[in-house]
């Protein structure tokens, strides 16, 4: 199982980016998503999270709430997180973590991880 994240880049101070994490391989199916960031000298810190069972049931932590939005697409094993509003303090490493189910196991998988740098 991979996990292909994107969209990282460098924004300035209000503006917006959609980060996107596809996941392929021996996939049976994926029980939850999760968006990571770490900062520098910073622990890596959970910043949203959503089921694909059902409609989704989503968690934005407190610093995301309001700003950013994750949300999957199941047919596409891929998640997204649009962030919006972003601040200099959203700038860090932002990783993807999947719970997959594959044919032999359950295990968490992680992404390459990609850049957001928030600055003017």
């Known amino acids: 199982v991979q996990l292909q994240a994107s969209g990282g880049g460098l924004v300035q101070p209000g503006g917006s980016l959609r980060l996107s994490c596809a996941a392929s391989g021996d996939i049976f199916k994926i029980i939850t998503w999760g968006w990571y960031r770490q900062a520098p000298g910073k622990q890596r810190e959970l910043v949203a999270s959503v089921t694909s069972a059902g409609g989704g049931s989503t968690y934005h932590a407190d610093s995301a709430k309001g700003r950013f939005t994750i949300s999957r697409d199941n047919a596409k094993n891929t998640v997204y997180l649009q962030m919006n509003s972003l601040k200099p303090e959203d700038t860090a490493v932002y990783y993807c973590?999947?719970?997959?189910?594959?044919?032999?196991?359950?295990?968490?998988?992680w992404g390459q991880g990609t850049l957001v740098t928030v600055s003017s």
């Open positions: 973590k999947a719970l997959v189910v594959t044919t032999i196991h359950t295990n968490d998988y």
